[in-house]
């Protein structure tokens, strides 16, 4: 196959090089592009534009196919557990027993956060969305450590790591104490990464609380499902905001605020809200299908699509198949997992959604397990935060130690006014121009 590609415009032809990826992905290189035609290309929402080479995550959208670091995302689910998964992604290699025994003992030692920190919490509304604490919080952390912020020295980087990973469930759970304006748990380094985040959720300091096994399994699974997915927005925004050697606490806080969209990380509370919507409507569901493809009509169903994945999102599979296990361990009976199903089958069913080739996303079904294990719908994307959090590291790290990495600085297509001299007051007439 040809290594390289032409671009032909007007008396202009320029020949890029090609890259192929390991797993056959073919990417024409544009960097002399400009110099060399002063052309610049076009791709709204970078559709069709690789912001460069990376070794984490691959995923096949017409194949449905998701693996870390060459592990599939099947075999993790069934074999691993979040804490394994997240050294994989950021250190690129499955952990030895003892890599794995001292990387959970670092973690579970750095799960307190300072009690200045604590006092944040105390500052924000009681009925704030918790991803504005999050993301304040973590960027409020790089004030609290600041002699740990050089991205270029790795052992400075390795500290903020664990700090980030330890104390991000416990920040996520102080934001969820202090707006139900119960005591804040601390941490408890006796039990392990998703018993002790869901122990400082739902315990009070006046009664014991055992964690139950089936709730810990359901958390550290859908931890693990989030933990990447390659180049998507919030993880684009982390590695964005860290090409200006910004430190790795500013850039985690940059992508939790990316995520909080409805159209990214915030689709699970959003398809909560829409399937309760349906509910609360008497369960038509074709009236929210027919409402999705009216183009008249801003409603989306959301937990539909993707802009990658043309063909199931194994995510989705695979805790499509979990909820029916966690609801029936959990005695747990939700009508709306019978209304997200009905839905699905109705949608897979509808030429305007086989056409787009619009399937359920890894947000379709993660509400209901969620909603099971009692986590609040206002909690949904913050769940989201908890598991992408290795994955934003190891792309931030990835590109810190890419000795080719340069600012992110994209070009764009100026389609405004051409010059025009400044106007006195006095000659506006309400327009911009002068008559
Ligand atoms: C995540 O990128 C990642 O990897 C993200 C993620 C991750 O792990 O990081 O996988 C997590 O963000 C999953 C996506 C969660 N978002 C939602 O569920 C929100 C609902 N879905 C959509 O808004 C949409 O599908 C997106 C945002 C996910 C993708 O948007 P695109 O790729 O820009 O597609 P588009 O909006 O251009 O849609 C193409 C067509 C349009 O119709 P036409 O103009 O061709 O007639 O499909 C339609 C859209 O109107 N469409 C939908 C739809 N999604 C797309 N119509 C109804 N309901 C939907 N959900």
């Given at each position: 196959m040809s290594k390289s590609a032409k671009i032909i415009y007007g008396d202009k032809e320029v020949e890029c090089p090609?890259?192929?990826?390991?797993?056959?992905?073919?990417?024409?290189?544009?960097?002399?592009?400009?110099?060399?035609?002063?052309?610049?290309?076009?791709?709204?929402?970078?559709?069709?534009?690789?912001?460069?080479?990376?070794?984490?995550?691959?995923?096949?959208?017409?194949?449905?196919?998701?693996?870390?670091?060459?592990?599939?995302i099947e075999d993790l689910?069934?074999?691993?557990?979040?804490?394994?998964?997240?050294?994989?992604?950021?250190?690129?290699?499955?952990?030895?027993?003892?890599?794995?025994?001292?990387?959970?003992?670092?973690?579970?030692?750095?799960?307190?956060?300072?009690?200045?920190?604590?006092?944040?919490?105390?500052?924000?509304?009681?009925?704030?969305?918790?991803?504005?604490?999050?993301?304040?919080?973590?960027?409020?952390?790089?004030?609290?450590?600041?002699?740990?912020?050089?991205?270029?020295?790795?052992?400075?980087v390795d500290q903020v790591i664990i700090k980030l990973l330890g104390m991000l469930p416990t920040i996520a759970s102080y934001s969820y104490k202090t707006s139900i304006n119960q005591p804040r748990v601390y941490p408890r380094n006796d039990l392990d990464y998703c018993s002790n985040f869901l122990n400082m959720m739902f315990s009070v300091p006046s009664e014991k609380y055992e964690v139950p096994s089936e709730v810990v399994e359901a958390l550290n699974l859908l931890l693990i499902?989030?933990?990447?997915?390659?180049?998507?927005?919030?993880?684009?925004?982390?590695?964005?905001?860290?090409?200006?050697?910004a430190n790795l606490f500013a850039s985690i806080s940059g992508g939790i605020s990316a995520l909080w969209g409805p159209l990214h990380g915030g689709a699970n509370q959003a398809v909560m809200e829409m399937l309760n919507q349906i509910h609360l409507d008497g369960g038509n569901v074709q009236k929210f299908i027919d409402l999705a493809k009216d183009k008249n009509s801003s409603f989306r169903l959301m937990g539909f699509g993707h802009r990658v994945y043309k063909n199931f999102d194994p995510r989705a599979k695979i805790i499509k198949g979990a909820?029916?296990?966690?609801?029936?361990?959990?005695?747990?009976?939700?009508?709306?997992?019978?209304?997200a199903k009905e839905l699905e089958h109705s949608a897979l069913n509808d030429q305007y959604f086989v056409d787009r080739k619009l399937y359920p996303n890894v947000d379709f079904y993660s509400g209901i397990?969620?909603?099971?294990?009692?986590?609040?719908?206002?909690?949904?994307t913050v769940m989201f935060a908890l598991g992408?959090?290795?994955?934003?590291?190891?792309?931030?790290?990835?590109?810190?130690?890419?000795?080719?990495?340069?600012?992110?600085?994209?070009?764009?297509?100026?389609?405004?006014?051409?010059?025009?001299?400044?106007?006195d007051l006095n000659k506006r007439l309400n327009k911009k121009k002068a008559a």
């Open positions: 090609v890259v192929e990826g390991t797993e056959g992905e073919v990417g024409i290189d544009i960097s002399k592009l400009r110099s060399s035609s002063g052309l610049i290309t076009l791709d709204n929402g970078f559709a069709n534009t690789s912001s460069g080479t990376s070794a984490i995550t691959f995923l096949d959208g017409e194949k449905g196919i998701l693996r870390y670091r060459g592990i599939s689910a069934k074999n691993s557990s979040f804490i394994e998964v997240a050294y994989l992604l950021i250190y690129g290699n499955l952990p030895t027993e003892q890599e794995l025994l001292s990387w959970e003992s670092e973690i579970k030692h750095h799960t307190l956060i300072k009690e200045d920190l604590s006092k944040l919490f105390d500052a924000f509304p009681r009925d704030a969305h918790p991803m504005g604490v999050l993301s304040s919080a973590i960027s409020a952390m790089s004030t609290f450590y600041q002699e740990y912020l050089d991205p270029k020295n790795s052992h400075d499902l989030h933990a990447d997915h390659e180049q998507n927005c919030s993880t684009s925004a982390v590695r964005l905001i860290g090409s200006s050697e909820c029916d296990k966690v609801l029936e361990k959990m005695g747990v009976d939700n009508p709306l997992l019978n209304i397990i969620y909603s099971a294990i009692n986590i609040p719908v206002n909690m949904f992408r959090l290795p994955g934003w590291i190891a792309h931030w790290k990835e590109m810190n130690e890419d000795p080719k990495s340069r600012i992110g600085r994209p070009r764009q297509i100026y389609n405004g006014e051409n010059e025009y001299s400044y106007v």
